[in-house]
DNA sequence: CAGATTGACTTGCTTTTTGCAACCAAGAAT
DNA sequence: ATTCTTGGTTGCAAAAAGCAAGTCAATCTG
């Protein structure tokens, strides 16, 4: 179970996209990554989702095969493991950007975080810098 | 089984979209019903990913439940039935085309259809204004 | 420095969803 | 009249999801 299963269905890149990201789970532990900065295995599953500990656990193992995270040891307390955002994680955001535009549109029950999506509408390009920026100091303060 | 599992997991809009197409298919039927026009049970079958039957036919009852997509009766030829995409449907296309770029960046074996994607970037409010366009003549075609 | 607690999982088991392959029925073609 | 096509359904095996409980090392507590 070491490598994740790479037998892609198709050479479509929204296929391709989906054979990692299509189900359920994987796109609400990225989301928790990028808008909501959660860091430790606690965090993710404290999401209201309640997402069950032997998924989280599976999915942060096929994110890292993918290269979407990158797992630490935390330097102040060796028990806790950070799970750092990469790059490739972090260029998701503006798909589920659109997925947040859709759903507040045609899913009546969904709440929108208004702030975050109006500083990503009012300004992509700044909004995406920022993340870079805040998530290159979280490397090096906690670099090793 | 009439009615589509209606409990969503929280109020995040990101979490109520993936509770509709957080799968591995749905968004690929969705594809298909935008970008290629596909509008009929066996276009979708014959798609490269090689979606089984049972769970096509599942997906298109599921779409049409959330009303993503409107299923009738061919004029031309009474067995054959057409799925037409709704505005809830094509509105998707942002989502998509995102996770296009995503997939064309990150995933090395997949294989972008250079002509969908330049001219969405090109010009995506004309590129949507199209496919709306296209899709309302076609309605008025076939309205019944 | 023994004992309780916390954080990050794993295990076992049940339920649900996928994925074949085969089958079927109504309408159209010959 | 019978053969083919279209759009499915059914049955069954395999995989994935979901839940509760257990594990195990690190660390706080007295």
Redesign the interface.
Known sequence: MTKSSQI??????????????????T??VV?DLIFFRKRYFGDFQN????IATNILSDRLKKLEECHLLLRRRDPANARKIIYMPTE?CV??A???M??????????P????HENLVQRFEQDPLEFMGEIRLSLRKENEANKE
């Open positions: 892609s269905r198709s050479s479509c890149p929204v296929s391709c996209a989906l054979d990692i990201l299509g189900d359920k789970w796109l609400l989301r999401s209201p989702e309640k490739k260029d998701l503006p798909p589920i659109e997925l947040v535009r859709w759903g507040a549109k045609y899913v029950e969904s709440d929108v």
